[in-house]
């Protein structure tokens, strides 16, 4: 069977310092991957995915980053952190593009950058 | 451009009995899919179920089932027999054929709020 994991599980980091979330995705090969921020009350807001290893599209323009070294290893990154980075970041994966392809998650990321 | 709207923001349901969480969309694609997930308090979005849009029978798995009206662009979905720990949000979302170069995201609603009292 497939999982998904994601870490760090929490995370509180200042303003302008680095930040770097990996999601691993086991069971499965060539998935598409799938970073997500959930503010607080509200619903998922999709930030990049990526179809192959050093593959990534960009849905919202930011200060953050993504990465794909490795087919099943999917990493999130800053330079320097906002207070707007704060949030929760969800990674998910899916065997394909097709909408008939559900897209499952991991446990989350909280970050609070103050 | 598509758009999922949940319009109950927190609802009651007395446990043991069935519950309907409201579920329109908008979109101007024939083929999509329809999604409802379960965030419970720890965080992670837990997948329940899927519809298709050109599936003629309401999707049913366990206690979960959608109803789907494709004319009035509705996904409700129904949970029967509520437990205690059905208590959780629960979001809409939907995937379509992709707009703007997207693979196919899924687009999601602001979620509800299901408090299953004892």
């Known amino acids: 069977s497939q999982t998904i994991h994601q870490w760090p599980a929490t995370l509180v980091q200042p303003v302008g310092s680095p930040l770097s979330l990996e999601c691993t995705v086991e069971g499965t090969s060539n998935p598409n991957l799938y970073w997500y921020r959930q503010a607080a009350g509200r619903g998922l807001q999709l930030l990049f995915y990526?179809?192959?290893?050093?593959?990534i599209s960009s849905e919202v323009p930011q200060n953050l980053s993504a990465s794909r070294p490795q087919d099943r290893q999917f990493i999130l990154s800053s330079k320097k952190l906002l207070l707007s980075d704060s949030g929760f970041y969800l990674c998910?994966?899916?065997?394909?593009?097709?909408?008939?392809?559900?897209?499952?998650f991991g446990p989350g990321t909280r970050l609070l950058v103050l | 451009a598509q758009k999922i709207t949940q319009t109950q923001p927190g609802m009651f349901v007395q446990e043991k009995e069935a519950v309907t969480l409201d579920c329109t969309y908008d979109?101007?694609?024939?083929?999509?899919?329809l999604f409802w997930y379960k965030q419970p308090s720890s965080g992670e979005m837990i997948f329940l179920i899927y519809q298709g849009s050109y599936d003629e029978q309401n999707a049913t798995e366990g206690r979960y089932s959608l109803n789907f009206q494709k004319a009035r662009k509705s996904a409700n979905l129904v949970i029967s027999a509520s437990q205690l720990g059905d208590s959780a949000m629960y979001f809409c979302a939907m995937r379509g054929l992709g707009y703007g170069g997207s693979q196919g995201n899924l687009i999601f609603g602001k979620g509800t709020k299901l408090s299953v009292k004892p």
């Open positions: 990526s179809v192959g290893i050093g593959q």
């Open positions: 979109t101007s694609d024939q083929s999509y899919g």
């Open positions: 998910a994966w899916s065997r394909g593009v097709s909408n008939r392809e559900t897209q499952y």
